[in-house]
């Protein structure tokens, strides 16, 4: 089976990964990729996966890299194409493909959406409100007191969402968001949640328009830097599992979500076959989803990878063929930590091209994978090519073990100016 992955970040890596270990793959391409995708080769016949130099978010250019290699089967990483409808437009043309439709990405694509289908379907989030003018996001906004979380509607590459503790700043969000047009027309709607305490984890579950399959627990970690301070990422590092919720509390975690979800689905005609990943609050007052996401996250997937024993290609094609009742999700008992390796200056600016040393002496480590984001090669070398640049995961039979083997393993690779938290995974182990 010849398979398209479309993506190139460190999600798209492990994802490249865990697909290139089915028997059932002969020939892999990812566009566009990067330096470590390029590295990986297929476990039934040796092959290289080829990049091509097509970008994730060029539909026209995705379609005709489809025409012109025929892939039995695509999937893709990211939200912004599967938002822009790229299943829509590969299964219009007979290719089949993997992720959610255009509508069905919406519950990402708009948080506006995602707000009014959990109210309308009894699923369990924060207080909140909607609006389309700036005059009634505030009065909103002072009716909680100021403490609030003002987020842009639409897609902001995870920036367009601020948090608040006084009217003030809850002033000012609105008008960065709605008058100054800081995130482009992704500001034209808000949604302002009342601002909730407790841990937060993520929660990913693989669906087939009927059915939902929940994974274990991970942990994001999403400020940039240690102790939660700094700037808002795309991600810093994660562990899987995260240990506060017992199998029991999980399961029934999982349930108050996803039920409520599944037949809100079902009652709105939304065929969704893809990856639920819930953002969730667990609070005083149980847990509370702050947001949906439509694709795996990133860098949860570089742990959920390393920890599922099942084939990815037969998964995937279940979920996107409506099967998954069929298949049982195995996980190992091992703990994973991804600890995310980022250019000096992210999520700032930053340069590239800094030639990154290393590699093999990190991924030559026991239950060790350095998954590749932001690399290029380059003359032969490796250099880096975005803000999150490598995601250096390892496993190990507890969380102290794999979060000391991924520290490890950083301490091997060298490129001018990174910087990486020290902290991940340390919520876990003082638990
Ligand atoms: P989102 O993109 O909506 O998940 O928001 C990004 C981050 O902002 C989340 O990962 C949380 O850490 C934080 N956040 C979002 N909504 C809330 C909320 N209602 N209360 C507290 N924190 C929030
Ligand atoms: N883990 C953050 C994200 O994928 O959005």
Redesign the pocket.
Known sequence: MKILVIGSGGREHALVWKLAQSSLVTRMWCAPGNAGVGEERLVKNGALVECVAVSAEDLPALLALAHRERPDFTVVGPDNPLAGGVVDLFQANGFKIWGPNKQAAQFEAS?AFSQDFMQRHGIPT?Q?GTFIEPTGAKQFCASLGGR??V?ADGLAL?K??L?CTTLAQAEAAVDEIMVSKAFGSAGQCV?I??????I?ISLHALCDGKVAKLFPTSQ?H??ALDGDIGL?TGGMGTYSPAPFLSDAELTSVGDAILQPWLRGCVADGIDFRGLLYP?V?LTKSGP?V??F?ARFGDPETQVYLTRLQNDLVELLLASSEGRLVNHQLRWSENASVCVVMASGGYPGSYPKGKVISGLLEANALPNTKVFHAGTISKDGQTVTNGGRVLGVTAWAKDLTNARNAAYEAVEKIHFDGTHFRRDIAKKGLQR
């Open positions: 948080k924060a909140s609030c979380v987020k995870g367009g969402v948090i949604v949640q009342e601002l909730l305490e407790g937060e994001d999403k400020r808002n953002g609050m509370k702050l947001e996401n």
